[in-house]
């Protein structure tokens, strides 16, 4: 699977990808190490639920979740789902693509900066995460613990413009 930041790296809508490739993927048991409210099994009815549900958010907002593809291989999926009056962006990647995450993040981030209704994003992690160097070093900042869904997470927040958001474009 390909792990290089040389990747071709493409955004693709969640319909494009095999269920059975999503249920694969969010079965693995390595991808709910950090993912709390991961507390059911996957199968093809519940992968069918779930695009249907990240596909119901581009109808809603105009923007959603995305599968991501380098080299045209599935390796994850993630984007921007509105939360409140906020764009938070997560991001879950198959286990043998965990080395992509900066260069998608980037190339999300990216598109963030050029639509108006995204003046900053937010990210929620769970206290679990230790490594959040990479985070800090895109310039966003920990706002405070926050809960979602009865599980408490960290909220970080990042600007898409002025000098902030400059940085992450190409952090």
């Not at 962006?89 to 080395?99: D, E, I, Q, S």
């Not at 998608?104 to 937010?122: H, M, Q, Y």
């Not at 920990?142 to 809960?147: L, P, R, S, V, Y």
């Amino acid at each position: 699977m390909p792990r290089s930041s040389q990747s071709i790296i493409e955004f693709v809508r969640l319909p494009d990808i095999p269920l059975e490739e999503l249920v694969a993927h969010m079965s693995d048991p390595r991808v709910g190490t950090h993912m709390p409210l991961l507390t059911f099994s996957w199968d093809l009815e519940m992968a069918a639920k779930f695009v249907a549900a990240k596909e119901a958010c581009w109808q809603r907002d105009g923007l959603g979740h995305w599968a991501f593809l380098a080299d045209g291989r599935y390796v994850g999926w993630g984007g921007f789902q509105k939360e409140g009056e906020e764009w938070d962006f997560g991001l879950v990647l198959h286990p043998a693509a965990f080395g992509l995450g900066m260069p998608i993040t980037r190339k999300a981030l990216a598109f963030a900066s050029e639509d108006p209704r995204i003046p900053f994003v937010t990210f929620l992690l769970p206290p679990s995460r230790r490594n959040l160097g990479a985070l800090r070093r895109m310039g966003a900042r920990f706002i405070g613990e926050t809960d979602y869904d009865g599980t408490r997470f960290l909220k970080y927040r990042l600007e898409t413009s002025g000098p902030v958001g400059a940085v992450s474009r190409t952090a």
